[in-house]
């Protein structure tokens, strides 16, 4: 048997704090890290493997020979498997093949912490390190104020492997590509964020990189993981944020995954009930298991230390919070108390907000949750789950659902466009169209709205005007700031060719003047999340299908009105109440003819008279361009 060296990188504090659940830094010590030890230079590795009766590294360093590298079991009861062989270099490509103490069963297993791993149908792990060097260092010090919560958040939410693709080579674009192509069209944009969809490794193409078996390895697809770190360094030199998608709810059968990873139920739930997810076909984390607690929150923890991240979109909370979610009578077990909410992922959850605000107070992180579950986005002293935000999906599927329908029948809707503001305020809400939205038979959203091909475009961008006005922080999936017309194809690149014809290239325009108007116009970001930044001129024209309301920032100077005009129809002298005397000055109008409009604009300033309306002291006449969005400032 070739020599392993015993070694460790534990104290008996670090299992003390793994067994407890609280060990938030793990990826420092399991793994496969480069060593020296007595003088010679090799590799250290750790596993996790409780059940085990032996465990064996195996390699293109050994021929893959079993038993060649037998690791020592730890004396205590951690379970955990280590050693140190020497000459074993950065690159070698490893696996471990477990015996278990469960019938003998033998499984050949990818590191569940490596750093980098195999692609194109291969599965092992890669011995990797990097000294990468950080060049983001003004942005990560003045970071809190872009990521504030008082502070503009517009997030392009994106698909690396078919945001662009490489042509002539038919092949993804690389890290090092989309650090020059994407940095440079964030920042036309006007984006302040992005959010990548996972880039975690994974092995199956059209699971979008939700079902991961690489958790702590940038996907090898796109290069290597200081490439990665180099992607995001480019974006926070640009000054743009970087959130990751991150999937806890949980992890895919693959042979060389996480699941039955010893010949037990190591860190799947081993109930059926609790650990299988029917809708993904796929593995639910134990979250009961403080092991298992200490892995999850560890991981979060490297991703937003080891690659600056500056929020973590947490996937599917919903299907984490309920023990019946997607599961009919008999299929589910309630909880110890009769309830139907999953106990250890609510406690899971709060102990991971708790450890990232603590450990990293200028970062958020958002929930996809699509339920009333309370509290969510409030902090955990306060009873909550400790969210920084979360995604308002009812405001999604209404207002989707609305702007579908003609103009002629709105009217009889109007409710489901004014209902989110009847609880706007009891979350930090973000309102997504995101990648969900534009598969699997929905069409893209230029592709739900109605009317012939200039009512199209006007809707979309009253639609878009409308979301940025909304109280809340915003994402967009890609492809939809230039209309993309086709649903998202993960296969595919997005339909750059179609800012070639005016409609899309002018809807380019507009909404990258969005985002303008957005980023630079306090009353829209300060008080998004308070009831203090939004007051109703009028909710229920309906017969007109008008909305107008005031957003407010800190400072009433900066106080801005908006009306949708929700109909194609143009309505001149149109009256709406206003709080303060002076002028109206029209700011921003989608109708706008460098925008694709047809040009109705309020040009001059409009005088604001002693006439009370809408429940107002004073009001003003304006008019209101076809299914167009206005903003108006006050001046004296």
Sequence with gaps: MAQVIAHSLFSEFDINLFQAGKHYRLYEKFGSHLSTVNGIDGVYFAVW????KQVSVIGDFNYWMEGEHQLNVRWDSSGIWEGFIPHVKKGAIYKYKIQSNNNDIKTEKADPYARRYEHNSKTGSIVWDDDYKWKDKHWMKTRKKHNALDAPYSVYEIHLGSWKRHVEEQRFMSYLELADQLVNYVTDMNFTHVEFMPIMEFPYDPSWGYQITGYFAPTSRFGYPE?????????????????????????????????????????????KRKGYHQD?????????????????????????????ADGLRVDAVASMLFLDYSREDGEWEPNEFGGRENLDA????????????????D?????????AFPGVSKPVFLGGLGFGMKWMMGWMHDTLQYFAKDPIYRKYHHNDITFSLAYAFTENFMLPLSHDEVVYGKKSILGRMPGDEWQRFANLRLLYGYMFTHPGTKLLFMGGEFAQQDEWDFQNSLDWHLLQYASHKNFQNFFKALNTLYKTTPALFEKGFSNDGFEWISYDDHENCVLSYIRKGKYAKDNVVVVCNLTPTVREHYRIGVT?????KEIFNSD???????GILNKKEIPIANTSWNGKSYSAEITLPPLGVSLFKFSK
Excluded: C
């Design 363 to 371: 970062v958020q992180t958002i929930a996809e949750e699509s339920t």
């Design 580 to 584: 303060q005397n002076g002028m109206l």
């Design 49 to 52: 493997a409780p059940t085990a």
């Design 227 to 271: 490439e990665f770190k180099y992607l995001v360094d480019k974006l926070h030199q640009a000054g743009i944020g970087v959130i990751l998608d991150w999937v806890p709810s949980h992890f895919p059968e693959d042979a060389h995954g996480l699941g039955f990873f010893d010949g037990s139920h190591l860190y799947e739930h081993p109930d």
């Design 592 to 598: 706008a003819k460098t925008f694709g409009g047809s």
């Design 280 to 308: 993904w076909k796929s593995l639910i984390f134990n979250y009961g298991r403080n092991e298992v607690k200490s892995f999850l929150i560890s991981n979060a923890v490297f991703w937003l230390d080891q690659f600056h």
């Design 346 to 361: 609510i406690a899971f959850l709060k102990e991971l907000n708790e450890e990232v605000y603590k450990s990293f107070p």
